[in-house]
């Protein structure tokens, strides 16, 4: 959401471009998260880190059912490094939350995946954002390469750039 304010930050230099709500054609996959009671905030829509949580849901749900990620006892789990979220229009309970995703960028041990969140039916996302993860073993936490059915699993969501 572009407010007010940021027009002054912009004239500023302290911010340059104006963030734009993306398309769900933009994306490779989409799977449906049922919003709940508890996840509206006291101004009657979904809290701001309700939306990291739907990210989260979205992308472990997919490595899950493409069936490269076992999060009870797989020897390769992703660490979150980096986050970071637009907000476009608001979602609310009781609406189904349809997160898009897709990957911009496969590297050794990380990963970037890019989310965005629509309400049902709607073409603009009302959220778009980004989280990285770091692939480590399990028991020593270190960076380890991703296993080469997690990067075929990961390169179904990566979408061409134009």
Same mark, same amino acid.
């Not at 990067?151 to 179904?156: F, M, P």
């Given at each position: 959401?572009?407010?007010?304010?940021?027009?002054?930050?912009?004239?500023?230099?302290?911010?340059?471009?104006?963030?734009?709500?993306?398309?769900?054609?933009?994306?490779?996959?989409?799977?449906?998260?049922?919003?709940?009671?508890?996840?509206?905030?006291?101004?009657?829509?979904?809290?701001?880190?309700?939306?990291?949580?739907?990210?989260d849901?979205?992308?472990?749900?997919?490595?899950?059912?493409?069936?490269?990620?076992?999060?009870?006892?797989?020897?390769?789990?992703?660490?979150?490094?980096?986050?970071?979220?637009?907000? $476009?229009?608001?979602?609310a309970?009781?609406?189904?939350?349809?997160?898009?995703?897709?990957?911009?960028?496969?590297? #050794?041990?990380?990963? #970037?995946?890019?989310?965005?969140? $629509?309400?049902?039916?709607?073409?603009?996302?009302?959220?778009?954002?980004?989280?990285?993860?770091?692939y480590?073993?399990?028991?020593?936490?270190?960076?380890?390469?991703?296993?080469?059915?997690?990067?075929?699993?990961?390169?179904?969501?990566?979408?061409?750039?134009a």
């Open positions: 959401m572009f407010l007010a304010h940021d027009q002054d930050l912009v004239n500023n230099g302290l911010m340059s471009n104006k963030p734009t709500p993306s398309l769900r054609s933009d994306y490779a996959h989409l799977s449906t998260i049922t919003t709940r009671w508890m996840d509206n905030d006291i101004y009657g829509h979904v809290n701001n880190v309700t939306y990291y949580s739907y990210f849901t979205a992308v472990n749900r997919y490595l899950i059912d493409a069936g490269v990620l076992d999060i009870h006892g797989g020897e390769v789990i992703g660490l979150v490094i980096e986050t970071h979220c637009n907000y $476009f229009a608001p979602l309970f009781p609406r189904d939350v349809e997160a898009a995703i897709r990957v911009a960028h496969i590297g #050794r041990s990380s990963v #970037r995946y890019e989310i965005g969140l $629509f309400e049902a039916g709607q073409e603009h996302a009302a959220a778009c954002g980004h989280f990285v993860h770091v480590v073993d399990r028991q020593t936490r270190r960076p380890t390469a991703l296993p080469e059915a997690f990067v075929r699993a990961l390169q179904q969501l990566q979408v061409p750039t």
